[in-house]
């Protein structure tokens, strides 16, 4: 089954190019997770444009001739063509590049999470189908200009309780796929929690590092971890869960843990009952190493 990508922070209908919404092409959808500074398309576009191309048996003019005739009430900025602000008129002819409130809205995501997301519980435990899940429970949230998002899943988090530590690599390390991305520690205990995702680290949430029960109590927005700035992220996301596929696989791993745990725990949710929250805690004879091994894979 392909997957259907999403990307937080725009209100696309069936997420159509810039291009589309703008009118300057008829038909074209967004492959490149809305990150026009890296779309090969977007280059040809204003390549051509730029240098007055033949294209469709008309002559092209410039992207900014053109839209300097326009008037002001014209001039629609690309984020309000994607639904990421209300209302907003391009005075900087369409230099997104060069435009102040352009970087002003990238610095505010790199702190701040862009909005609730829609959780659902499958077989007990918070999921979102919006996010990109790692085997090792990592998810990752796709946001504006291609960034992403990494935290851990509300499954990861009930089989460790609540963490005495986090540890993240700090802006500017990188982190590579299948490798550490990021370190829990409880009493004498260390897990380590593979990368989502390759990329060079923009931004921490240090809410999560000083206070881990935040992460615990909510995975999916205020609790993540980093924010990267992804270098393969088409290929990154073939190999991760996502939607429904995700939600096959959390059954899958939320079964395979009651065979693993048996005793109360599978009482517990065998009777409908919610899952451990702490399952390290709870069922301690099960033991941390196993728990990480089968997990998070590591």
């Known amino acids: ?4 990508s999403k990307v937080h922070g725009f209100n696309f209908v069936q997420e159509e190019c810039i291009w589309m919404r703008s009118g300057i092409v008829a038909f074209k959808r967004c492959e490149n997770a809305f990150d026009c500074t890296t779309c090969a398309f977007d280059k040809a576009m204003s390549a051509a444009i730029q240098t007055g191309r033949e294209k469709a048996g008309r002559k092209v003019r410039p992207f900014r001739e053109e839209s300097k005739e326009r008037s002001y009430m014209e001039r629609v900025c690309r984020h309000m ?41 499958v077989a007990g435990y918070r999921y979102s189908d919006s996010y990109y899940y790692h085997l090792g429970h990592a998810w990752a949230r796709v946001e504006y200009g291609g960034r992403v998002r990494v935290g851990l899943d509300d499954f990861g988090w ?8 986090v540890e993240v690599p700090g802006p500017g390390n990188r982190v590579r796929q299948e490798k ?3 370190t829990l520690h409880r009493e004498s205990n260390t ?9 060079t680290v923009l931004a921490v949430n240090v809410d999560s590092l000083h206070d881990p029960r935040l992460a615990h109590d909510d995975p999916y927005v205020n609790g993540w971890l980093y924010l990267v700035e992804p270098e393969a992220l088409k290929k990154n996301l073939e190999p991760l869960y996502f939607g429904e596929m995700g939600k ?51």
């Open 1 to 4: 089954m392909k997957k259907k």
């Open 81 to 121: 063509l994607t639904g990421r602000v209300a209302v907003r008129k391009c005075g900087n002819d369409f230099r997104c590049d060069v435009c102040e409130f352009d970087q002003m809205l990238e610095d505010v995501d790199a702190i701040h999470p862009m909005g609730a997301v829609p959780i659902v519980t």
């Open 158 to 165: 009930k089989l460790v309780g609540r963490a005495d530590a």
């Open 180 to 182: 550490e991305g990021f």
């Open 191 to 199: 897990a380590h929690v593979l990368s989502p995702v390759d990329g």
């Open 248 to 298: 096959e696989w959390l059954y899958g791993e939320a079964e395979r843990l009651l065979q693993i745990v048996m005793g109360d725990a599978a009482a517990m949710a065998a009777t409908g009952s919610p899952p451990v929250d702490d399952v390290y805690g709870q069922v301690p004879e099960v033991g941390w190493d196993r728990l990480v091994r089968e997990f998070f894979r590591t």
